[in-house]
């Protein structure tokens, strides 16, 4: 949710560090800042901070801002409002130690008191400020003694970065739950707590895992864990384009991510699809055909997107490998105490890879000696090590908040599971056969329903003149719905809510009137006379529709005076249809928010990767 960015080498740290920043937008934010230590023998911390944007920071910076080593952040407010005083990095009495950090400090109150009373002024709301002090109180000889020292009393989740005018050329790092990277370059180091920040000037780079710390210099880094005791740490080189971070000729990242889904659809099923037996291959989740026999329940966690995918994948699996799979919000898990089953194969799903309530669950399952897997598309992420398997979705960086081609790769990864799983079943070869010729027949597909965006623009913005909305849909249909809903209101702030349409009549129904659009989702399938029949009853009492549904789907005589919008989507194997009715609801979405003016890419009160419970 928040960004770190921070730099020690040879060039001026301002500029780095506001353009690492800059890239770290998507990931939410109310507010920045930037430390850098000044030049000579006598240096001194400087910070420059502001509510707003980065580039609201970068017009107020001074024009003489030097230092060669520095940090920069941009805060989701957790604890107090957005204001400068609140905004990162913070500073002890002294001015010698200059902090930033994500993650949420638990036991902020007691540690805030005991300061207090030991006569230290705080000046902010913020938890991160008790971090501050306790540094610069601490009487450990070294800045890496000082950053152990203070982390041993804090309870809670951090990454964070320290700068020490005593230690003028060096930045201590730590981790525990919150993503933090250390990029090596030439007689420079950079650390970031998102990939993006780093790619213009390196793609070697190094993970910290939970509990760590290190020392940053020009020359290197070291890392070591709280009791200063050595951990050896290699250094990895990412496979990736930086122009990947760009827009290029896009008006914003959600358009672009929108528009590559034909492109990643294909990357995320080459090589993993076998048509003469009919299933797929998926070497990194390192089961035999004898432990995935063994499997008797698949439980997916997930959050907002990721969970309404994992909806889909859970049916996928029932109906194609007939074992019992059910989603559920990784949030909610570990705190009711699961029952971790022996014979339940767990997949966590993340774009990011870092989702705290993602991460938090597989340590759960972990703990506990379940067998989890990873559905994730950052390589390397926290999730991704801690799982030590799962799949790759391969849809390259994505930068809007509003996920898109990473949720079509998440179901497509799911279709990849479910046919695995089903083949080793009861799911015949026919079959098998069936849904891997549709899944090859995909990507086209939907740069089909891509093509129909023209059609879709003028609806969008007609949609967007309306506070709320319903989106209803039926079994497969649902999480369909539900992940409609979700994108529509992250985006263009309406009111939107998913219902089962068998769930109408027992009590939504009360709310259809002129102005309450329903967006229905109704695919040709065995469902679809009782869909058919509830658009009546929508219809009946004035409700507008949007249908998105299948050419081969007769909608019966509807009232003359309704307001009926029919999209028809090209027609997939039945198990397949919703990603591609999914394609539809995320560009209308796209355009309801554009028709209105709103930051698409970087919505209001929400960040692409939660770090924080």
Not at 31 to 37: E, H, N, Q
Not at 544 to 560: E, R, Y
Request: charged letters at 25%.
């Amino acid at each position: 949710m928040c960004g770190i960015v921070g730099y020690v080498g040879p060039q001026q740290a301002a500029p780095l560090l506001l353009e690492g920043l800059g890239r770290l937008e998507h990931r939410g934010y109310d507010s920045a800042g930037i430390a850098v230590l000044g030049p000579g023998k006598e240096s001194r911390v400087r910070v420059a901070k502001k509510a707003g944007r980065v580039r609201d920071l970068a017009d107020e910076l001074p024009k003489r801002f030097s230092g060669k080593v520095g940090v920069g952040h941009t805060r989701w407010a957790t604890h107090g409002p957005a204001n400068d005083v609140n905004a990162h990095p913070h500073v002890d009495t002294k001015g010698d130690v200059a902090i930033v950090h994500n993650g949420i400090i638990d036991n902020a109150a007691a540690l805030r008191a005991d300061l207090a009373d030991a006569g230290v002024d705080l000046v902010s709301d913020t938890d991160t400020e008790v971090l501050a002090h306790l540094i610069g109180r601490s009487e450990a000889q070294t800045l890496e003694g000082k950053v152990a020292e203070a982390l041993a009393r804090i309870e809670g989740t951090y990454g964070l970065a320290v700068l020490h005018a005593a230690y003028p050329d060096r930045i201590v790092v730590a981790r525990n739950g919150s993503p933090l990277i250390i990029g090596i370059g030439d007689h420079e180091m950079f650390v970031a707590s998102d990939l993006a920040a780093l790619v213009r000037y390196t793609t070697r780079v190094a993970h910290l895992d939970d509990g760590e710390l290190a020392t940053l210099t020009a020359d290197g880094f070291s890392t070591y864990r709280h009791d200063l005791t050595s951990v050896p740490r290699s250094a990895t080189d990412l496979e990736l384009d930086p122009t990947a971070y760009d827009a290029g000729e896009h008006e914003s990242f959600m358009r672009k991510e929108l528009l590559e889904q034909p492109e990643v659809a294909e990357r995320v099923l080459r090589g993993r699809l076998d048509e003469r037996f009919g299933t797929s291959h998926l070497g990194g989740l390192d089961l035999d055909p004898r432990e995935l026999r063994a499997i008797r329940r698949v439980k997916i966690l997930g959050c907002g997107s990721a969970y309404y995918v994992g909806q889909m994948g859970a049916g996928l699996i029932e109906e194609l490998a007939r074992i019992p799979a059910d989603a559920e919000a990784a949030s909610e898990f570990r705190y009711r105490n699961p029952i971790i089953e022996p014979e339940t194969l767990y997949v966590v799903v993340s774009q990011s890879g870092e989702t705290i309530d993602t991460l938090l669950a597989v340590q759960e399952i972990r703990r506990k000696g379940g067998q989890v897997v990873g559905l994730v598309n950052v390589v390397g992420s926290a999730i991704a090590r801690e799982c030590g398997r799962g799949i790759y979705l391969h849809a390259g960086p994505e930068v809007a908040v509003a996920s898109t081609k990473a949720l079509t790769n998440m179901f497509l990864g799911f279709a990849l599971l479910a046919l695995q799983l089903g083949r080793v079943r009861d799911l015949s070869i026919a079959d098998g056969r069936r849904l891997v010729a549709a899944l090859q027949a995909l990507p086209a597909q939907i740069g089909e329903v891509l093509a129909l965006e023209p059609e879709l623009t003028g609806l969008a913005a007609r949609l967007a003149e309306s506070h709320s909305l319903f989106f209803i849909g039926r079994v497969r249909g649902f999480p369909v719905a539900r992940e409609g809903a979700q994108k529509f209101k992250e985006i263009t702030y309406r009111h939107a809510e998913a219902y089962q349409t068998s769930e109408l009549k027992h009590g939504p129904l009360a709310l259809i009137e002129p102005s309450v659009p329903t967006v229905a989702i109704v695919p040709d399938d065995e469902l679809t006379e009782r869909n058919v029949g509830a658009l009546h009853e929508v219809a009946a009492r004035g409700g507008p529709l949007v249908v998105v549904t299948h050419a081969s789907v007769d909608l019966g005589d509807l009232p003359s005076q309704a307001s009926v919008h029919r999209v028809d989507v090209p027609r997939s194997e039945r198990e397949l249809d919703p990603i591609l009715m999914t394609v539809v609801l995320q560009i209308l979405a796209y355009h309801a928010a554009q028709s209105l003016g709103l930051d698409i890419d970087k919505p209001r009160n929400l960040a692409k990767s939660v770090t924080v419970e």
